[in-house]
């Protein structure tokens, strides 16, 4: 007797869940397909940044988030969730098999981290100038390694200040390349209405300290009636690593970064991303902790107290989802 497939509010709760992940320029680069009680994700290539991500590792750790975020849904449900990471290295866009199996035990713990999936958005405004208390720096990392990655938070004024020199750095690289800054032309600042890409309130204002730790989308390119604000002096930056660096590893670290930002949601914090130096080939192995040199890095974030911002869109389901016919069993 094959075991029933999930309700059809079951599958929209779980996959709105999954689709209010991150992604690199809100570019969404994923699809699900929904057989039974199995989801699988895949990569969608033509939302991959070709030049801002040449090598996809941004686009797989954008999977990955919002692989955790299914999880997380699927605990909520009171479902248990295996996922099974690259079930076919034949198949290069399918990224995970998820199958929902019996009665979960961490429906409880999951709830809060449920609650954190709206109320999570990317937040480029400034931050109030405190640091991160010891007992919510301790949750970010505990949740990083609960997805077999690291965050290190950088408080020391001299690492930060190298790591936003590094940041500072990779801008100047961008600006002489003009593949990016098209392509963030076509991704950034986009008008109201689209479902895709961030639109202008969402940009942030300007930072009046040109030295400021934030990172400006729209660079170089004028958004009319962008406010300019001074950022907080003294950030709070954290660097998520891996122990590897291959594409099993680019969805843990997905995983990680989710599970970072939610347990950030439910602290009262809010984050902002610093991937610049990360992007460029010949800065991303710096930005490891020279004292320390474990791990890949695979993101950099601002974390801090912030004021409340509006989410960013989303592309409907329908966009996003593939259903099958009929519904199957588990493995089927």
Same mark, same amino acid.
């Given at each position: ?12 709760? !779980? ?97 809060? !981290? ?88 969402? !940009? ?56 970072? !930002? ?71």
């Amino acid at each position: 007797m094959t075991a029933p497939g999930i309700s059809p509010r079951e599958s929209d709760l !779980l996959l709105a869940a999954a689709t209010a992940a991150p992604s690199l320029h809100n570019s969404q680069p994923w699809v699900f397909e929904v057989t039974g009680r199995v989801v699988d994700l895949y990569a969608d290539p033509s939302r991959q940044l070709s030049h801002t991500d040449p090598d996809g590792r941004e686009l797989l750790v954008s999977c990955g988030a919002a692989l955790l975020n299914l999880r997380v849904a699927a605990a909520y449900l009171g479902y248990e969730a295996h996922a099974r990471l690259l079930p076919d290295a034949g198949q290069a866009t399918w990224l995970a098999r998820v199958e929902l199996t019996g009665r979960s035990r961490h429906a409880g713990m999951a709830a809060a !981290l449920y609650d954190a999936i709206t109320l999570r958005h990317t937040n480029r405004q400034p931050f109030e100038d405190r640091p991160v208390p010891r007992d919510a720096a301790d949750a970010l990392v505990e949740a990083a390694s609960l997805e077999s990655a690291e965050l290190s938070l950088v408080t020391h004024e001299a690492e930060r200040a190298r790591l936003v020199s590094l940041v500072h750095q990779a801008d100047l690289q961008r600006d002489l390349d003009p593949g990016l800054a098209t392509e963030a032309a076509r991704w950034t600042g986009v008008p109201a209405g689209r479902d895709d890409g961030v639109p202008g309130y969402a !940009l942030g204002p300007l930072a009046h300290d040109a030295g400021a730790a934030v990172r400006d989308l729209r660079r170089g390119a004028p958004v009319p009636d962008r406010p300019v604000a001074r950022f907080e002096h003294a950030p709070t930056l954290g660097v998520l690593a891996t122990r590897h660096d291959d594409r099993e590893s680019w969805l843990r670290a997905g995983q990680a970064l989710e599970r970072v !930002l939610l347990a950030a949601t439910v602290q009262g914090l809010s984050a902002s991303f610093l991937n610049q130096p990360l992007e460029a080939s010949n800065l991303r192995w710096l930005v490891r902790d020279p004292l320390r040199g474990i791990g890949f890095p695979q993101m950099v974030l601002r974390l801090g107290y912030g004021p409340q911002v509006p989410p960013t869109p989303r592309r409907s389901l329908d966009e996003v989802v593939r259903h099958a016919a009929e519904a199957a069993a588990p493995g089927s």
